[in-house]
C-alpha cells in the first residue's frame, strides 16, 4: 500500500512593519505564537512557528517589519529580514490593503527583485475594512509591479481566506519530510515565549519612547517549592533611561501590577497551570546599540549586522 506523500518547507511572512504578519501568524496557528500590538517593529526574532495537517508540514517565520533602521538592533532586525528571503521556499508579501502604495512597498518589491528568485505570494490583508470595488484595482495595480505567483486578498484578524490561502502555500511546497514532531508549534523554548508575552503588555500598556526601548529576559522557571503544580517564574524588564523605569512601575507601582497581571492570564493559558510571576525592572543604558548587551537579551546573529 502507497503511503501518502507529505509536502514540507519553510515560509517566510514579510512586509512593512504593523501590516499583521503576527495576526496571521496566530490565526493559522490557532494560538498565541507572535506577539501582537500596534506598535511597529513589535517582532525581533524570526519567529518559526510550526503548522501541521494532513497534507503535510509549514515552517513559518515571522520576520521584523522591513524599516530603515536607526540603532544597532534596527539594523539586526533589517538583516534577519532581508537574508531570510535567500533561506525560504516560498515569501508571502504581507500588505496592509488600507494603507496607500508608497516608498516603503517600492522598496520591498526592489528587494525582492534584486536578492530573491524564490516564488512570491503576495497577501493583501484587511478586506474586511475596504469594498470589493475598491479591491479589484488594487490588484491590477500590483499586478504590474511585480511578477507575483498568487495574489490572495485575506482578513488575518478574522480568518477570511486564509484556508485558501494555506491550500495554495501546499501546492506550492515540495514533497519533503515532516522536520518536527505533528504536535509541536514552535522551535522555540517556553521562556522566549514568556518573555514576548511580557513584552507585549508593555507595547499595549506604554506609549511614547518606552515600547521600542524594553527587552524581557526570563531568568528561572520552575515549579513552585510549596505548590508544585504551580509556576514560579522571575523575569527582568530592562530599559534605557530611569524615566523609562518610572513609566513602566508607575504610581505605587500600578503600571508593573497590571502588565503582571495581563501577562500572568496569557501565560497560564501557555503552561496550563498556575503561575507565580515576579517582575523587576532594571537600567541598562543605550542597550539597543550595544552589541554584548543585545547577545545577552538574545538576539543571536547580531555578528551578522
Do not use: C
Amino acid at each position: 500500500m502507497n503511503q501518502k506523500k507529505t509536502k514540507s518547507g519553510f515560509v517566510v511572512i514579510i512586509g512593512r512593519p504593523n501590516v499583521g504578519k503576527s495576526t496571521l501568524l496566530n490565526q493559522v496557528m490557532g494560538q498565541k505564537i507572535a506577539i501582537m500590538s500596534d506598535k511597529p517593529q513589535t517582532t525581533r526574532n524570526k519567529i518559526r512557528a510550526i503548522y501541521t495537517n494532513n497534507q503535510g508540514q509549514i515552517i513559518f517565520i515571522d520576520t521584523p517589519g522591513i524599516h530603515k533602521p536607526k540603532s544597532k538592533l534596527g539594523k539586526y532586525m533589517m538583516n534577519i529580514a532581508l537574508t531570510t528571503l535567500q533561506e525560504v521556499d516560498l515569501i508571502l508579501y504581507l500588505m496592509d490593503v488600507t494603507d496607500k502604495f508608497g516608498p516603503g512597498e517600492q522598496f520591498i518589491i526592489e528587494q525582492l527583485k534584486s536578492v530573491t528568485k524564490t516564488p512570491v505570494y503576495l497577501v493583501l490583508n484587511k478586506i474586511d475594512l475596504i469594498t470589493p470595488e475598491e479591491l479589484l484595482p488594487m490588484i491590477d495595480q500590483y499586478r504590474k509591479l511585480y511578477n507575483f505567483a498568487e495574489i490572495i486578498p485575506i482578513s488575518a484578524l478574522n480568518g477570511n481566506n486564509v484556508s485558501t490561502l494555506l491550500d495554495l502555500i501546499f501546492k506550492a511546497l515540495p514533497e519533503g519530510p515532516m522536520y518536527y514532531p505533528a504536535d509541536q508549534v514552535t522551535e522555540y523554548p517556553e521562556q522566549f515565549i514568556v518573555a514576548e508575552l511580557i513584552r507585549e503588555k508593555i507595547l499595549n500598556l506604554t506609549r511614547e519612547e518606552v515600547p521600542h526601548s524594553i527587552a524581557v529576559v526570563v531568568e528561572s522557571m520552575k515549579p513552585g517549592e510549596e505548590n508544585p503544580n504551580t509556576v514560579v517564574i522571575q523575569a527582568v524588564i530592562y530599559v534605557e533611561r530611569t524615566s523609562q523605569k518610572g513609566i513602566i512601575i508607575g504610581k505605587n507601582g500600578r503600571m508593573l501590577k497590571e502588565i503582571g497581571r495581563q501577562a500572568r492570564l496569557d501565560i497560564e493559558r501557555l503552561l496550563g497551570s498556575k503561575i507565580f510571576l515576579e517582575l523587576w525592572v532594571k537600567v541598562k543604558e543605550d542597550w539597543r546599540n550595544k552589541e554584548h548587551l543585545l547577545k545577552d537579551f538574545g538576539f543571536f546573529e547580531v555578528d551578522e549586522v
